[in-house]
């Protein structure tokens, strides 16, 4: 098992793709400095996020894009809601890209959905970019089918930001509500209660869903 940051950063550049792997993640990640990017695919960091302890990511910031993946993965596979969440809390302030943020889904959290609402509740109100754009991915991954209720598309659309990472998550919620709650979350296309770049961005996502019928896509372009 690895149990420090120094053995997980040399096992990290052990799995280094240098076949170009790493300009195209610097490309698709502009906001990060780029020598921060080390250059291991997914699945190697999956694996290796396998035979971490939780420890050998506990000081922070982390100065390389793959240890925040390597954290985010190994929070995710928390089973314990309170340690969980107590993780999360600590991390969040410290995610400064897309796909780290994107690549946090503890499974535990499908579980305690009640519990989960009112971090949720305060996330969504941060300035941290990333903070909210995770509070909005959480209530796409956990509150758009059971127990669906529409103060939770109210909540991502009273998120004002001018962040593109936070008007693309917030389009993707109300992408994903169109396939999922079409009815309930229509009105706020129809009536313009997204701010106009949200919109559009929806609009757009929607039309290139497979998840959405042809015949809401039809309606979609009018819009």
Same mark, same amino acid.
């Given at each position: 098992?690895?149990?420090?940051?120094?053995?997980?950063?040399?096992?990290?550049?052990?799995? !280094?793709?240098?076949?170009?792997? =790493?300009?195209?993640?610097? =490309?698709?990640?502009?906001?990060?400095?780029?020598?921060?990017?080390?250059?291991? =695919?997914?699945?190697?960091?999956?694996?290796?996020?396998?035979?971490?302890?939780?420890?050998?990511?506990?000081?922070?910031? +982390?100065?390389?894009?793959?240890?925040? !993946?390597?954290?985010?993965?190994?929070?995710?596979?928390?089973?314990?809601?309170?340690?969980?969440?107590?993780?999360?809390?600590?991390?969040?302030?410290?995610?400064?890209?897309?796909?780290?943020?994107? !690549?946090?889904?503890?499974?535990?959290?499908?579980? +305690? =959905?009640?519990?989960?609402?009112? +971090?949720?509740?305060?996330?969504?109100?941060?300035?941290?970019?990333?903070?909210?754009?995770?509070?909005?991915?959480?209530?796409?991954?956990?509150?758009?089918?059971?127990?669906?209720?529409?103060?939770?598309?109210?909540?991502?659309?009273?998120?004002?930001?001018?962040?593109?990472?936070?008007?693309?998550?917030?389009?993707?919620?109300?992408?994903?509500?169109?396939?999922? !709650?079409?009815?309930?979350?229509?009105?706020?296309?129809?009536?313009?209660?997204?701010?106009?770049?949200?919109?559009?961005?929806?609009?757009?996502?929607?039309?290139?869903?497979?998840?959405?019928?042809?015949?809401?896509?039809?309606?979609?372009?009018?819009?």
């Amino acid at each position: 098992m690895i149990s420090d940051n120094s053995e997980l950063v040399k096992e990290l550049f052990k799995l !280094q793709d240098n076949g170009g792997f =790493r300009d195209l993640q610097i =490309r698709t990640i502009p906001n990060i400095d780029p020598d921060s990017i080390i250059g291991v =695919r997914t699945p190697d960091l999956r694996s290796l996020a396998r035979k971490c302890l939780p420890d050998c990511v506990s000081d922070l910031p +982390h100065r390389y894009f793959e240890e925040n !993946q390597i954290h985010a993965f190994i929070i995710s596979s928390a089973k314990d809601f309170v340690t969980c969440i107590s993780e999360v809390e600590k991390f969040l302030p410290y995610v400064d890209n897309w796909a780290t943020c994107d !690549q946090m889904n503890p499974k535990v959290f499908a579980k +305690h =959905r009640k519990e989960l609402l009112k +971090h949720v509740n305060k996330w969504i109100k941060s300035k941290d970019t990333y903070t909210v754009r995770f509070a909005i991915k959480m209530l796409m991954d956990h509150f758009l089918e059971e127990g669906f209720d529409d103060k939770y598309p109210k909540m991502v659309a009273s998120v004002r930001s001018d962040e593109y990472y936070v008007q693309m998550m917030a389009a993707w919620y109300f992408a994903t509500a169109l396939a999922k !709650q079409y009815d309930a979350v229509i009105p706020y296309l129809d009536e313009h209660r997204l701010d106009s770049a949200v919109h559009k961005k929806t609009v757009r996502k929607a039309i290139e869903s497979f998840r959405v019928s042809d015949e809401h896509k039809m309606y979609l372009r009018s819009l």
